[in-house]
């Protein structure tokens, strides 16, 4: 079975700096997908940042990109001028290509946002 | 139209007691999917449906949990004899499988059994 590790319960940073969530996995697969999501306090899961295993590019969505190391199985997430919008709970997932395509999800990091 | 919609936002209900969870996906989306989010944790999945069947339900943990989807639509989630330690959010996502397979996920709701 798959596993997700985010290894930091909570991080912050003050705005407009620059922040990286680290995420860790373990697969045996080759044809996955990676996540980043955000829950604000609305509850509300937001996607992020989506990542194709088979892509060697980063992939990048405006302040936010992925560092993703798939050899060592690594998927860290850099948010750029980070604004207190950002302020949330940030989870990895993972997602086997193929079958239900359920989510595996790590705990979680909570991140904020100082003025 | 709107996104995935659930209700209610939240339940309070006691030990024992019978609870159904309601889950309106994004028109369209042939498939919708049931987390579990216990206090400090990520969603854990529950069941998946493609249509009307439930194609994967290995995530229910116990068989006092049991979902529909009869017109493959709108889900409904239900946990009977409920006992305290399935307060949790209860989260709902839909999808277009094969769309860059992002799933869509509502409000969710969070139950709390005394």
């Known amino acids: 079975a798959q596993t997700v590790t985010q290894s930091q319960p909570e991080m912050s940073v003050q705005e407009a700096e620059t922040v990286t969530l680290s995420c860790t996995y373990d697969?045996?697969?080759?044809?996955?997908?990676l996540f980043w999501y955000k829950q604000p306090p609305s509850r509300q899961m937001i996607l992020v940042i989506r990542?194709?295993?088979?892509?060697?590019q980063n992939a990048t969505e405006n302040r936010f990109s992925v560092n993703f190391q798939k050899a060592a199985k690594s998927f860290s997430l850099k948010i750029s001028d980070s604004q207190l919008g950002d302020t949330a709970m940030y989870f990895c997932?993972?997602?086997?290509?193929?079958?239900?395509?359920?989510?595996?999800f790590g705990k979680g990091t909570k991140l904020t946002v100082n003025p | 139209g709107a996104g995935v919609s659930q209700t209610p936002s939240n339940k309070v209900t006691e030990k024992g007691k019978y609870v159904e969870l309601r889950c309106d996906p994004i028109?369209?989306?042939?498939?919708l999917y049931w987390y579990r989010q216990s206090l400090g944790q990520g969603p854990e999945f529950l069941i998946y449906?493609?249509?009307?069947?439930?194609?994967?339900d290995s995530g229910l943990p116990n068989d006092r949990f049991f979902a529909v989807r009869p017109e493959g639509s709108v889900s409904t989630l239900k946990i009977q004899r409920t006992e305290r330690g399935d307060s949790a959010v209860y989260l709902c996502?839909?999808?277009?499988?094969?769309?860059?397979?992002?799933?869509?996920f509502g409000p969710g709701t969070r139950l709390t059994v005394l």
């Open positions: 996502a839909s999808s277009l499988r094969g769309l860059h397979n992002e799933q869509f």
């Open positions: 697969t045996s697969e080759n044809n996955y997908y």
């Open positions: 990542q194709e295993a088979y892509k060697q």
């Open positions: 997932a993972f997602m086997q290509k193929g079958g239900s395509e359920k989510l595996v």
């Open positions: 028109s369209g989306h042939t498939a």
């Open positions: 449906f493609q249509g009307t069947g439930a194609a994967d």
